[in-house]
């Protein structure tokens, strides 16, 4: 039985970052219509159940209305059975029942918050993430109909999984040898003791970052790292504050100049000290943990989060004649 599932983050893209500078928002009416797409393009190349995340906002449900009652996605769209509680915790709950349940393959609607919450909880399940966030390094701008003919298409055939499926490392956090969370894009250590707004876009509070994979055209505070790293290593670390500057893109429309005192690059399994108590760290772009005391490391970690390339799972379900018509 070829199963898929679909997480649409009713949150993503609202936060402070689209009134401090130009934020990329797409509502949740945009949301409906490109879960919709993501059915019917699952459903046209032979997906026969397709698992969906209950939300605030129904999108899921909404979606499916949309498509109709009857016919084959009436068959074959199924709401996940699970107490909502329109928090983060759903997404991490969804990702776990998906994979219990046997889905092949998971298409995420929301940022690089959305994609990291889904990998917690299910690590090894392949996630396809669409880009409706605001902070983007992970999800694409894929359409909604090819997401879902890939993701498929993915847990259909395990030949395309060896093609198009790869594994990322993560960055462990943790406080005096103990772990407490972990992203999939940057960690990033500011002074303060409460959380407050979640999203960061002021580079001023930090004092360190490390980023996985870090890109010199990526949004957010992995930028500043690929701006010190244009050789993209698998990871590495800064320390803010020296008379080095570089300019990054820190939100979207917003570029500032970002002093640095250290850097360097950092291998598979290596920790990286980033800091004494107290301090907020922020996990992919948002602040998760207020650390009252203790010190702060960073270790990177393999196999934190399984991605698939949706343009590479079609190329070479073409290649293999899966394209075909009957």
Not at 129 to 153: K, R, Y
Not at 195 to 203: N, P, S
Not at 227 to 251: D, K, M, N, T, Y
């Amino acid at each position: 039985m070829v199963c898929i599932g679909i997480i649409a983050n009713p949150a993503a893209g609202k936060d402070v970052r689209r009134l401090v500078a130009h934020g990329f928002s797409v509502d949740n009416e945009a949301k409906v219509n490109i879960v919709r797409r993501v059915i019917l393009g699952a459903i046209g190349v032979g997906c026969q159940t397709i698992l969906i995340m209950p939300d605030s906002f129904h999108i899921g449900a909404r979606a499916f209305a949309g498509v109709g009652q009857r016919g084959p996605a009436a068959e074959r769209c199924v709401m996940l059975d699970m107490p909502a509680t329109f928090t983060a915790a759903d997404t991490e709950q969804a990702a776990r029942l998906m994979q219990e349940a046997g889905a092949g393959c998971v298409v995420t609607l929301g940022g690089d918050g959305t994609v990291r919450l889904a990998a917690k909880s299910a690590p090894a399940l392949p996630l396809l993430p669409i880009s409706t966030g605001t902070n983007n390094v992970l999800p694409t701008f894929v359409e909604g109909t090819v997401a879902g003919m890939a993701a498929a298409l993915v847990a259909a055939h395990q030949s395309l999984r060896e093609v198009a499926v790869q594994r990322r490392h993560g960055l462990v956090v943790r406080v005096d040898g103990e772990e407490r969370d972990v992203a999939l894009v940057d960690v990033a250590c500011m002074r303060g003791s409460a959380i407050g707004t979640r999203a960061v876009w002021d580079w001023r509070p930090l004092t360190d970052v490390v980023a996985i994979s870090p890109r010199v055209d990526a949004i957010g505070l992995s930028g500043i790292v690929g701006a010190r790293f244009p050789e993209q290593p698998l990871a590495a670390w800064v320390r803010l504050g020296g008379s080095e500057c570089v300019l990054a893109a820190i939100a979207p429309g917003l570029v500032a100049s970002v002093p640095l005192a250290e850097a360097r690059a950092l291998a598979s399994g290596e920790c990286v000290a980033v800091g004494q108590a107290p301090m907020i760290v922020a996990l992919d772009g948002e602040r998760e943990l207020a650390v009252r005391q203790g010190a702060v490391s960073a270790e990177v970690r393999p196999g934190c989060a399984t991605l698939v390339d949706p343009r590479q799972a079609l190329a070479e379900a073409a290649r293999q004649g899966l394209l075909a018509a009957p």
